[in-house]
Structures are given as structure tokens and as C-alpha cells.
């Protein structure tokens, strides 16, 4: 929607009839604006840097996002009428609290251009000729249109059903260009095996917790410090989700990769040691409700067989190190992921080496043109993975338009 709103602005100020046409197999178009950030979208991120993503280079992601950064897409959506509004996290949400109010604008700016939107309007397979593409229907192998300019909008694998099932990397193929050898669920959450059984019995507990993929040599590979949920089948919540993409990709390639909880966020070890000396004649339980949920501290307290209600100064030392250790470095039994139906964003994609990042052009395949999240790039939970669809969406579409001029 971005590319094509970014192309037919360009191409009507130019007074050019060129023709721009967004084909969706979805009977409804925009489906992930709606369900986004629990139904309110977050839009973007008051600070967007190539820090935020994984995948393709660093160098090639930013000299996509400084094209179209965070604030362009604050005016973008202003001039739209939707006016968005920074949350304590950074997160940019409508001020309406509602997606629809996005989506809604983007629809109407289509119209207002005059694109066509056809819909439901599945791309089967897609064809190069010496004329352009043709672009053939699902169930109509005579269906088919023409273009001179082709743009793979298609998505990754991410909620498949609101029409992204990563059929677009199938076109991608096609036409010439490759997909990385892992594609895989990306901000997903966490279902935990049978020896962390206890932490899904806490099922409804938040923490902002430190969650950090260590490899099994006891190396630091990465972490965040996040809220985090407990659920009937393992973690979810903005940290869990953030370090999903780490542990899964880390874990592909040395399966004794180690998941690892603080409870306590970034407190170190040392300091609850301290505190919990210090407790006195305050029982455990009373100390440590202080900074985490009643149920949580019983639990842990279970984990290490120490009585919750027994007064600090009468732990022994060795249960006291064991409950410092469970605190700040919980090592979990993480099953697998939730898959692609509860993941956010798709890891892995089309390589960006593939393509010119001034303008989001093939290197394969001429007048192809490729955007969002087919590419390999994934960013954190935030806003992130919008900016991208929106960043790479408007620098395409404004370069298809110049294309289309200079012929
Ligand atoms: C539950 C959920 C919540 C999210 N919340 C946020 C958030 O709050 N903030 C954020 O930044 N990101 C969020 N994301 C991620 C974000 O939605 C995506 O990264 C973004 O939508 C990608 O945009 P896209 O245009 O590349 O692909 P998509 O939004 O997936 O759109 C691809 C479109 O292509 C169509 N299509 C695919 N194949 C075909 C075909 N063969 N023929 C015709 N049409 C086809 C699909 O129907 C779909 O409409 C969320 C994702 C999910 C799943």
C-alpha cells in the first residue's frame, strides 16, 4: 500500500496515466495493520536505527531506513489525518487507539489516486517477458495481467493466514533471485519443555524479566530486558518475543544453547545475595514480594525446597546461594517455538545484496522491485518491522515512478 501511494503520488504529479493496480489474494487488504500491537498498530518507533533489526548487513538495512525514517512516517501519516502518539516505550500508536483508523487512511489515500486495488486476487505464478510480467491468477490459468513494473509485496510466513504464506518467495525464485537457507518464525513465542514445567504452572504472571542466549560453551551471545509473560505453554510477552529470534537461530547451530532468566531484571547476583542476608527476621516470602509476584516467589522458593515462610537469617547458605542462583539465572527448557501461526515477523528472506537498497531494485531481474518482509531483514518488537514495510515501500515506489517518467 505504502509503494503504491509513494508511485501514484509521484506519477499524478507528473501528470503521468501510467496505471498502478494492488493485487491482494486477502478478501480483506491490510489484515497484520488490524491485528498489530493488540489491535492499535504501533506504527513505528520515535527512534529507528539498523540496531533494531537482524538479517541482512547493517550497512544495507540503514541506507534503506535513512531514506525514510521514523519521522517521515510520523508526517506521512499526519498528512493522511492520522495523528500518532508516543507511549512511554518509545512505541508510536494512533492517538485514536485503533488500527483501523490506519488502515482506513492508507485505503482511502489508494483511492484518492485512483489505484486499483483488486481483491481477492491470488498471484499464482508470475512470468518475465520481454514486455514486462505476467502475473496469473490462482484457479484461472487464463487469468492473468501485464505489467511493465513488478513489486513483491507478498509478506513473509508470519500469520499465515491473513495471506502471507511465503508463496512470494516462490516468485522470488522465479525471477531469478534466492531466499536464505533458514526462514524461520521470528518474535514468537516460547512453549517450554517438561523441566520448566513450574514456570508454565504460572501461567498470567508478568515480570519484567532479563532473558539472555547463552551458547553452551557459557558464551554471551545476546539478551533483553523486557516485561515477560508466563502462559500455559511457556513465555511470551515483549522480552521472551525479542529473544526468540536469538535462541531459535543460535540453537539451529549448536543445540546446547541456553536460554536464561533473571527474574529480577538487570540485578546481579551479589545484590540479592546481600538482600536476602540482610532480611533478618522477615521471612523470604515477605522480602522478596516486595519485587516479585507472591506466586512466582512461592515457586521458586518450591524449586529450591526452601520454606517460604522461614525468617531470613535462618537460611542455611547453601539454600540461600540455590535461591540466588534460580533468581538471576533460571535456565529453561525450551521445547521449541510456536510457530509461524503465532510468530510476529518471518526471519530470513530475500537477500538484500540482491538488490540496490537506494532504491529496493532487482539485481536480477529487471524492473522487479522488492519490499518488506520477504527481504531478509526482522526487526524487535516496537514498531520496527512496520518501519521497514513502510521505509522500503515508499523508496520503491517513489523509484518505480521516476523509472516509469524517464522512459
Ligand atoms: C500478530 C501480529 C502483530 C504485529 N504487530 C506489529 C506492530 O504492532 N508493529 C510492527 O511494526 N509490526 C507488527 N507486526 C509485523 C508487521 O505486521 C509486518 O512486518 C508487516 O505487516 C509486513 O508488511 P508486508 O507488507 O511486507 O507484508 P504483509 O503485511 O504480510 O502483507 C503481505 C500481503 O501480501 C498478500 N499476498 C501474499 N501472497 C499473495 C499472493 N500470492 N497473491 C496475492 N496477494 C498475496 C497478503 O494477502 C498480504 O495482504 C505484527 C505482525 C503480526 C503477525
Not at 63 to 77: E, G, I, K, P
Not at 180 to 204: A, Y
Request: hydrophobic share 40%; with cysteine.
Amino acid at each position: 500500500m505504502m509503494c503504491a501511494i509513494a508511485c501514484a503520488r509521484r506519477l499524478r504529479e507528473a501528470k503521468n496515466q501510467s496505471e498502478v493496480v494492488l493485487l491482494d489474494g486477502a478478501k480483506k487488504p491490510g489484515a497484520k495493520i488490524l491485528v498489530a500491537g493488540g489491535g492499535r498498530c504501533n506504527v513505528t518507533h520515535y527512534t529507528v536505527d539498523e540496531h533494531q533489526y537482524a538479517g541482512s548487513t547493517p550497512g544495507a538495512i540503514r541506507s534503506v531506513l535513512r531514506r525514510f525514517d521514523a519521522d517521515q512516517t510520523v508526517d506521512f501519516f499526519s498528512g493522511l489525518g492520522v495523528e500518532l502518539k508516543r507511549e512511554g516505550t518509545g512505541k508510536l500508536f494512533p492517538v485514536t487507539d485503533s488500527a483501523a483508523t490506519v488502515l482506513d487512511a492508507l485505503l482511502r489515500e489508494l483511492d484518492r489516486l485512483h489505484v486499483r486495488r483488486v481483491f481477492p486476487w491470488r498471484v499464482a505464478r508470475v512470468e518475465q517477458h520481454e514486455s514486462g510480467f505476467r502475473i496469473f491468477q490462482s484457479g484461472d490459468p487464463d487469468g492473468f495481467m501485464q505489467a511493465q513494473h513488478l513489486v513483491l509485496a507478498t509478506g513473509g510466513m508470519a500469520l499465515p493466514r491473513t495471506g502471507s504464506d511465503g508463496v512470494g518467495y516462490k516468485f522470488a525464485r522465479t525471477l531469478g533471485h534466492s531466499v536464505t537457507d533458514r526462514v524461520f518464525p521470528s518474535l514468537v513465542p516460547m512453549v517450554l519443555g517438561e523441566g520448566s514445567r513450574w514456570i508454565t504452572e504460572l501461567s498470567g504472571i508478568a515480570v519484567r524479566a532479563r532473558l539472555q542466549v547463552q551458547s553452551a560453551t557459557g558464551k554471551h551471545l545476546h539478551s533483553f530486558t523486557n516485561d515477560m509473560l508466563c502462559t500455559h505453554f511457556g513465555l511470551s510477552g515483549p522480552g521472551a518475543l525479542d529473544v526468540s529470534r536469538y535462541f531459535f537461530d543460535a540453537r539451529t547451530d549448536d543445540p546446547g544453547t541456553q536460554l536464561i532468566i533473571n527474574w529480577l531484571g538487570e540485578t546481579e547476583p551479589t545484590e540479592v545475595d546481600t538482600t536476602l542476608q540482610s532480611l533478618g527476621k522477615k521471612s523470604v516470602l515477605g522480602g522478596l514480594r516486595e519485587v516479585l509476584p507472591e506466586r512466582l516467589v512461592r515457586a521458586l522458593c518450591a524449586q529450591c525446597a526452601i520454606d517460604p515462610s522461614s525468617p531470613g537469617h535462618a537460611l542455611i547458605r547453601s539454600d540461600r546461594q540455590q535461591l540466588v542462583t534460580l533468581l538471576t539465572s533460571t535456565v529453561v527448557d525450551v521445547d521449541r517455538d510456536r510457530g509461524f501461526t503465532h510468530a510476529e515477523v518471518t526471519a530470513g528472506g530475500v537477500p538484500m545484496k540482491e538488490l540496490t537498497t537506494k532504491d529496493m531494485r532487482s539485481k536480477k531481474c529487471q524492473n522487479l522491485w522488492l519490499v518488506g518482509e520477504i527481504l531478509d531483514v526482522d526487526g524487535r518488537i516496537g514498531g520496527f518491522n512496520f518501519q521497514w514495510a513502510w521505509a522500503t515501500g515508499y523508496v520503491a515506489g517513489s523509484a518505480i515512478a521516476k523509472a516509469i517518467l524517464a522512459d
